[in-house]
């Protein structure tokens, strides 16, 4: 039998709302896959560690904060240094257009914003991993 596929959702920073993340988190665990919360207030170190540790598939980041810029990039280097950027690493909340383009141009995977169905998290999540 095929292993699950293994999301961790994280919310890093000072950012103190979760229900998104919690919300997704149970659309994804609906959906069949392994989800592990890690909760509030992650620093990109913890995530990193985080996913290493339990051996993730996906990094989903849920950011309301406005520190998406530094955020996403310093996770994403963490990834690399540590071997683990195969991995997806996507997630949510309030970006400018400009600023998901700047992103994903450094190699974060779609982002979704507010009102975004979870159905379309689920599948794009199904879809990359389909192609891995």
């Not at 890690?38 to 996913?51: D, Y």
């Not at 979704?112 to 199904?126: E, L, N």
């Amino acid at each position: 039998m095929a292993r699950k596929l293994r999301v961790l959702i994280a919310k890093p920073g000072l950012d103190g709302h979760d229900r998104g993340a919690k919300v997704v988190a149970a659309a994804m665990r609906d959906a069949g896959f392994e989800v592990i919360y890690a909760g509030l207030r992650q620093t990109p170190e913890m995530i990193v560690e985080t996913a290493i540790q339990e051996d993730v598939d996906v990094i989903a980041l849920s950011i309301l904060s406005g520190a998406h810029m530094t955020i996403f990039p310093k996770v994403l280097d963490l990834m690399k240094e540590n071997g683990i950027n195969d991995k997806l690493l996507t997630g949510g909340g309030i970006i400018s257009e400009e600023d998901v383009e700047k992103l994903q141009k450094m190699g974060v995977g779609k982002l979704f914003g507010p009102g975004a169905s979870t159905r379309d998290a689920v599948q794009y999540v199904k879809e990359w991993a389909d192609e891995k």
